[in-house]
């Protein structure tokens, strides 16, 4: 009994083995049928793209997709995929593929998907040796199976790189939201524009104190004339990032302090007094050269 159950099992692997050998010798088949067959116009699509670069290489990325599938019929799940997920995590991040609406990329999974199982039927008609349906069916499974999977995967992965991608994009925006710029040895500008909440105004108050460490500045221009709504919140903010300027040794001068400016600061019972101020950033500036 065991040398039969062993003899079947190998007669299943060699099947196995002649399948993953089928997909292989056809891999760059399946790449030139499929890419002739893509209908996309939409310019935002690497599908639609017609500059020879990015068609070899999305050429390429489906043809290396073929040679790992082909290994799932010889290994266990959890194998193929160790292996795999390196070309799923290479095409999430893959810059055109991360410019495409991921909707076209699920489309082209699913069209890779219906040709596996058409060339299935195929590898079928021409095998020698008998095959029966159960191993049929058990096949046309896991390419389902795989394929599902595959695309949750690459979804997760290209969510997760997207993330990281708009978490960089924040930080530049934060960094341009509150620029210290360099005028000349020690001096520099930090011109606030727009509306200031909570959550900028950290920001704000952690990027100026670096920057201006990173710089070694010693005299600080906030000009603040560009700042839309000043309210107690902002007012209190300001105050404070004057204060924490003065302890890492850096003098502040304010500029664009408007009459409601003021008047918020005085309801809050914050001073100006100690505070250098003047109306414009260009008296500011001029007063300092006069010195």
Known sequence: MIAVAGMERGIVLNKN???????????????????????????????????????????????????????????????FFDSFETWILKIAEDGEHVRTPIHYIIREFFRVRKQYLTYLNQFVEE?????????????????????????????????????????????????????????????????????????????????TLTRCAEQQVNHLYIDISGVVIVDTMVAHQIFQLIDALKLIGVESTISGVRPEI????????????????????ANAMASRMRK
Do not use: C
């Not at 020879?52 to 040679?67: A, G, M, R, T, W």
């Not at 003021?262 to 950033?281: D, P, Q, R, V």
């Open 17 to 79: 083995e002649a399948l993953r050998m089928f997909f292989l010798k056809h891999a760059d088949q399946l790449t030139e049928e499929w890419y002739e067959s893509i209908e996309d116009n939409d310019p935002e699509s690497v599908y639609a793209s017609t500059h020879p670069e990015v068609i070899s290489v999305l050429k390429d990325q489906n043809n290396e997709f073929h040679l790992y599938i082909a290994d799932v019929f010889i290994k266990s799940e959890k194998e």
């Open 262 to 281: 003021a008047i918020t600061a005085s309801h809050l019972g914050l001073s100006f007094e100690n505070i250098s101020t003047k109306s414009t950033l």
């Open 127 to 207: 095998y020698e040796q008998n095959i029966t349906q159960e191993e049929i069916d058990e096949w046309n499974e896991l390419i389902v199976r795989v394929f599902d999977i595959t695309v949750y995967k690459f979804v997760e992965e290209h969510h997760q790189h997207s993330k990281r991608l708009l978490e960089a994009h924040k930080e530049l925006i934060n960094e341009l939201s509150s620029p210290v710029i360099p005028l000349s040895d020690h001096i520099a500008i930090l011109p606030l524009v727009g509306d200031i909440d909570t959550a900028r105004a950290r920001r704000i108050l952690e990027n």
